[in-house]
């Protein structure tokens, strides 16, 4: 497709920083992190129109993520200035590298969400990405839905959510369950971690949740399951276990949301532009997509912190042919303003 063609992605939620131990105890690097900031960075590596509406602060955290995401190539015009501090996430790795997070989010800028703001989503957009912190943190998460609640209702957007669960932030698993069906209930697309769906739904195994998840409105469900890889439902249909791969692991940050991304934007690539071909689609090509996020996944897995990788530019073939690892690549695909903007954020050291 020709660059003015190609799909617009659009993300909604939170930007957050990440800040990631060091090489000694009590040193620590500021890293660009959240979720929905994370899929929007690896969906603009991937060669995707993307637009990030996230509310960035105007303090020095929030204007390292504005140029972070701008020398990513990200669209900024719907993400507003926001006068609250940026939230902070300070990163704890197991000895298996698993990574989990403590917030600082009190009265932060990505939860105060007006209508005004959320107005401003871009009108070309085909596929509207929402999940993470913001869509389940007020004040903010009941006007999130309701703009993501009146996209669906046109009909014309394919809606994608990632819930992304943390227990510590949203409470126990009967206070969440219904702030994040009600976004399934307007979603299309559900991607959902095992460790997401057995703390939601304990006892129940991917088969009862997808199909209960089916049941309130989604189109096509994915569980994601690590090393293990990833299993695709879809309502009528055989369900689809793809193999993960065997990667050496640096860390865990951000591989759920490289894998969102890696899915939305093969499915983009494949043509998705509107609900209904969720439902058409043959299950070879959701397939491919999936096959595809499991390798975008697990390479970033390779990598210290949320580092997604890029799309080889001068790929030869089919635009529609699965990617392989050698359409992807790391550090000869930055940008000298990738790696300014790397720069200037891992300078932010807190002891």
Same mark, same amino acid.
């Given at each position: 497709m020709t660059e003015h063609k190609k799909p617009v992605l659009t993300v909604i939620g939170e930007a957050?920083?990440? %800040?990631?131990?060091?090489?000694h105890p009590g040193h620590y690097q500021a890293r660009p992190g959240g979720s929905p900031f994370n899929v929007a960075v690896g969906l603009a590596r991937l060669?995707? @129109?993307? =637009? /990030?509406? =996230? +509310? %960035?602060?105007?303090n020095a955290f929030g204007r390292q993520l504005r140029a972070h995401a701008t020398a990513e190539g990200l669209d900024l015009?719907?993400?507003?200035?926001?006068?609250?501090?940026?939230? &902070?996430?300070?990163? $704890? /790795?197991?000895?298996s590298a698993r990574a989990s997070y403590d917030f600082y989010a009190a009265g932060t800028a990505d939860w105060q969400w007006t209508d005004a703001e959320l107005a401003r989503v871009p009108r070309d957009t085909n596929v509207l990405h929402v999940g993470s912190l913001a869509s389940w943190t007020p004040p903010g998460d009941l006007r999130v839905h309701a703009a993501v609640a009146a996209l669906r209702s046109e009909g014309n957007v394919v809606i994608s959510y990632d819930p992304n669960v943390r227990p510590d932030l949203v409470g #126990?698993?009967?206070r969440a369950r219904p702030l994040i069906e009600q976004f399934v209930r307007v979603a299309h697309i559900i991607k959902a971690s095992r460790e997401d769906i057995d703390w939601l739904?304990?006892?129940?195994?991917?088969?009862q949740v997808s199909g209960r998840l089916l049941d309130l409105g989604a189109l096509l469900v994915v569980i994601t399951d690590g090393p293990r890889g990833a299993l695709l439902y879809r309502a009528g249909n055989t369900p689809i276990s793809c193999s993960g791969r065997q990667v050496q692991v640096a860390d865990t940050i951000g591989a759920g949301d490289a894998f969102t991304a890696g899915l939305l934007g093969g499915l $983009?690539?494949?043509? !998705? !532009?509107a609900p209904g071909? %969720? %439902?058409?689609?043959? =299950?070879? /090509? !959701?397939?491919?997509?999936? #096959?595809?996020a499991v390798l975008i996944s697990a390479l970033t897995c390779e990598r210290v912190g949320a580092d997604p990788p890029f799309a080889?530019?001068? +790929?030869?073939?089919?635009?529609? $042919?699965? /990617?392989? @690892? =050698?359409? &992807?690549?790391f550090a000869e695909a930055v940008t000298p303003a990738v790696r300014r903007a790397r720069r200037e954020m891992t300078g932010a050291v807190a002891e």
């Open positions: 957050v920083v990440d %800040l990631v131990p060091g090489d060669g995707h @129109r993307t =637009a /990030l509406m =996230a +509310r %960035l602060a105007d015009a719907p993400a507003p200035h926001a006068a609250e501090p940026t939230t &902070l996430a300070v990163v $704890s /790795l197991d000895s #126990e698993p009967a739904y304990p006892g129940a195994g991917p088969e $983009s690539r494949r043509g !998705l !532009l071909d %969720l %439902l058409r689609w043959p =299950a070879d /090509l !959701l397939t491919a997509a999936v #096959e595809e080889r530019r001068a +790929r030869p073939g089919d635009p529609h $042919s699965p /990617l392989t @690892r =050698a359409d &992807l690549d």
